[in-house]
């Protein structure tokens, strides 16, 4: 029995538009074609592979998955191999959207807090690693860090290095008071073009890739500190923990724009929910 493509669709509960799809991707041929009008003809005995490409359809398989999954050569470990990657994938999308549930409440919860937007943005990327060089000390405060620069520039123009921006900051520790007084374990590095010699106090290596909890901090830099809280807080509310020392990127120095017009993007190497993929 030969059912227009009208009819066999509406038997099948798709559309007409479907069909032709599944034509175009050789998933389901017409039995006939009409030399003369070009129209396609289907018969019941299709009914069932469209039924199993909907079926298929409806776990999550693309149509390029189903067409391997339609052969009939197919061994049952190809298949179980393709259903149990297919599972895996689904079982990852949803820890993904578990974390982002997650995410979604604990901005609502600032909201309810604070009245009103939060101040920070706050999301989790991933960053390659980069190849920097760095100078290290043990400084009375974050203000001395620019000594720490221009002895690292000095160094880098003397050996004609080709380098680029943003130079980063990296805290190893928070201030501590110690015997000589208060303290902070702080690194100034700027990433290089390639590798070159370093020396007794400049260290040429690359930072490892890390996923990262991200924010942009715009303003005057003395007002930096609510950056790091508004991340210290989003972190505990969605069960993330930095593994890492701290990241500070100088997007933009007070210099280069109005008084206060600081940019900074903070960097918390974390572990959490989600971070194994960039969320």
Known sequence: MMLKIGEFARLGQVSIATLHHYDHYGLLKPTMLDPDSSYRYYTLEQLPRLNRILTLKDLGFPLEQIACLLEEDLSLEQLRAMFEQKQTYIQQVIITEQARLTR????????????????????????????????????????????????????????????????????????EMRDEGMSVDLEVAIPLVQALPGNEKIHIRTLPGSFVASTIHKGNDLALGRAYVAMHHWMQDNGYHPIGPVRQLHLRHEQYGQPGDFIVELQFPVAGPAANTDS
Request: aromatic share 10%; glycine share 4%.
């Open 104 to 175: 979604i409440a604990a901005r609502l919860r600032q909201i309810e807090q604070e009245e009103t937007m939060p101040t920070y943005d706050i999301r989790v990327k991933y960053v390659e690693p980069l190849l920097v060089a760095s100078v290290r000390d043990r400084l009375p405060g974050s203000y001395e860090q620019g000594r720490l620069y221009h002895q690292l520039t000095a160094y880098l123009e003397q050996q004609g290095a080709h380098y680029t921006l943003p130079e980063l900051i990296l805290w190893h520790s928070r201030h």
